[in-house]
């Protein structure tokens, strides 16, 4: 065995003894052999880079996995451990299978920030084939989107309002007249034509009857208002053939509003007043500022002039025909600051089987319909039943105020009754009428009555005095489906449907209902989400509801009601009601 000269015993041999001992390590020009330093050789941390000369080490002198972590300094082995933890790269297409509906977060790339992100999916929605809906005439397929951060969900539909009408009429794609309404340059001696367009938008549907066409009516957005003397309908003039009504470049605002001026009266000093035919004004609101639902103030009606003038927000009319108008804020009433709705008028009415469209050219354009009788802002009451099926569709709509003081029997934002076919309305708003948002009647007993509501709302519907005050109800036999609609705060039962109506909501939104009980009618209907009455059946699929305590979500009133449930959202009462509430 190899060893190291000892002193004193070794003369001689020193020499020998010492190269075999360095030959055990080294080669014979002095370097380190092959394997020579290993990891049992080091001691623990104790190669650092202090330790060590400048590019002194290289793969060739050290062993194969001779250097552990053990081995190195603890700085080192910090810095290590650090790596080991951090973010790496791989490829998690290969590792993950995205699932229907969305990516999770562990199997985002950059590719996948890339596009729109959507965290739930559309999902189809299924016609219950009880409900009677024709798909071989109407073929119909809907889907819901839940929005994120929103309760509400949003529809889409292949039959929309265009779709609908068109597959009937010609009036809005290939028209046999167009005629053109312009209040700021238009003149009604005039033609009607883009060159030489009517002033008010009447002209322009007797123009029509008279050509006894289909008939297109485009009315300008050139003004800010077609008061009453200027809407649709003034002057009983109502279409007798099929008319598509056209808002072009911006909204167009019309109703039952007359343009007037008001001055300090003698005796009442503190309020304004002006002269109306007796008996006539349905509701005065205040055009600066709105409610919480985003609608104008009322100003509410008192029984004399004195009281008017000593009460902030008032109004009255006296058998005189002096109106009397009394600010909140006291400033001076002007047709800009100041509204009122006339009675026994309406803005659209349609007394006749015939197609009727009411929308826009593009974009936002629409109809902003204030006002109307006890019929409402959008009437429907053809007399006797057309022989063919016919097609009302409305898109990008509002009806509001309808009734009042005056017209006080039922006062509906749209109303639709005795049709013979079906009724189209996609994000159509129905506010602040005296009694319901949308009501669809057949009172005489047309073969049949449909209507398809989609993204539409209803919101701050009844009044006092008033029963069952409904965003949405159903009369007789009508069959309806509603699509993502939302109602909100209705007085006696936000979706009420009697006799044998049937109906589909899907994907519908209903909250804080208050009920008709204490308003003074005689009601007896607690704040309601769904109630179906008599023999009338409904199906609610994955509908929202959220009522104020005491209230009901869904409640049958009849042993022969029937409510039909399908992924509803959990709600804070439980069903009631003699009738059927099941699962479908």
Known sequence: MARLPQPGGDSGNWGSILND????????????????????????????SMALASNSVSAIAIVDGSVTNQKLSIAVQSSLDKADTATQSADLNAKYTKPAGGIPLSDLKQSDLNIAYVPLQPQTVTIPSGLGWDQTKYPLSMTITDLPGMTRA??????????AFDSVSTARTAPGATFYVDGLNGLDTNAGTQAAPFQRIWKAVQAANAANVPSKV??????????????????????????AFVASGGRINTGTFDDFTATVDGTFTRSYATTVSANTVNRVVDLLYTNQYGNYSELVNVSSADLCNNTPGSWYHHTDGTLYIHRYDGAAVTQFNTRFY??????????????????????????????????????????????????????????????????????????????????????????????DGFNFHNSIGVPRTLALTINCSATDNGRPGMQSCNSHTLHEN?????????????????????????????????????????????????????????????????????????????????????????????????DSGPGTINVY
């Open 154 to 163: 949003h529809g889409v539909s292949t039959l929309t309002p265009e779709s």
């Open 218 to 243: 485009i009315v300008k957005a050139t003004v800010s208002r077609y008061i009453r003397s200027n809407n649709p309908s003034f002057g009983a003039v109502y279409p007798t053939v099929d008319i």
């Open 342 to 435: 006339r009675s026994s008028a309406t803005s659209f009415s349609l007394r006749a089987g015939v197609n009727l469209y009411i929308g826009g050219e593009g974009g936002n354009d629409g109809f902003d319909v204030e006002g109307g009788h006890s019929y409402g802002g959008l009437e429907v009451t053809p007399t006797s039943a057309s022989p063919t099926e016919k097609v009302i569709a409305v898109s990008n709509c509002t009806f509001k105020y309808a009734g009042g003081k005056i017209d006080n029997s039922v006062g509906r934002g749209v109303s639709i009754d005795n049709w013979h076919g079906l009724a189209v309305l996609s994000n159509v708003r129905t506010d602040a009428a005296l009694t």
């Open 478 to 574: 009508v069959i309806a489906i509603d699509l993502c609609s939302t109602f909100n705060v209705s007085r006696g039962g936000s979706i009420r449907n009697i006799n044998t109506s049937k109906a589909l909501y899907a994907g519908t939104h209903i909250k804080d209902d208050r009920g008709d009980v204490g308003l003074g009618g005689g009601g007896i209907v607690k704040p309601t989400a769904v109630r179906a009455d008599d023999s009338a059946t409904i199906w609610c699929d994955r509908t929202r509801t959220d009522m104020p305590a005491g209230g009901y979500e869904y409640f049958t009133g009849s042993g022969t009601s029937t409510i039909h449930k399908r992924a509803t959202w959990p709600v804070h009462s439980p």
């Open 21 to 48: 001992y360095l030959s055990q390590a080294h080669k014979s020009d002095g370097t380190l052999k092959d394997n020579t330093v290993t990891a049992s050789i080091l001691a623990p941390h104790s190669v650092t």
